[in-house]
């Protein structure tokens, strides 16, 4: 199916309209936990829940299509955050300072078509996505700031 160019490029608009926003609004990951209702406001989400772990806190927040977790250190930093949903999160807002190193670092993979998959890394942090239409899921994680003892594949 050929799409037309206006409408090729009204998407390519409203693609990088929103990808400019998303560099001013705040961040969590590297943050403080106080950086968690910023992000709620950012996602047009509502608090559903606080679990306490053995060397960390998780916060849940959840729009109508997406719930994202924030890990959080006991010193109170955001070590990682995973989501899942209906579609991904804005990862600008999720990443906050490290949204450029990511968009800098999945440039410098190959394309792979058809991937449902993808892992991207940079010296500081780690962003992996997953999924298919209707169960989308991720996670981004500073792997220097993982509590000791914590294991990565607890962030879910």
Known sequence: M??????????????GMSLSGARQAHATLGEGADSIARDRKALSAAKRAT????????QEIASEATAVREFITPSGVVFAVAWNGLVHPDLG????????EYRSAKRQLPRQHGKRRSRVRSDRMVVE???HMGNLQGRAY????????VKTDEIH
């Open 2 to 15: 050929k799409l037309p160019t206006s409408i090729i490029f009204l998407c390519l608009g409203l693609l």
């Open 51 to 58: 679990i306490s772990r053995a060397g960390y806190t998780v």
């Open 93 to 100: 807002t999720l990443l906050g300072s490290y949204a450029d």
């Open 129 to 131: 996505t997953w999924g």
């Open 142 to 149: 500073l792997p220097a700031l993982v509590p000791e003892g």
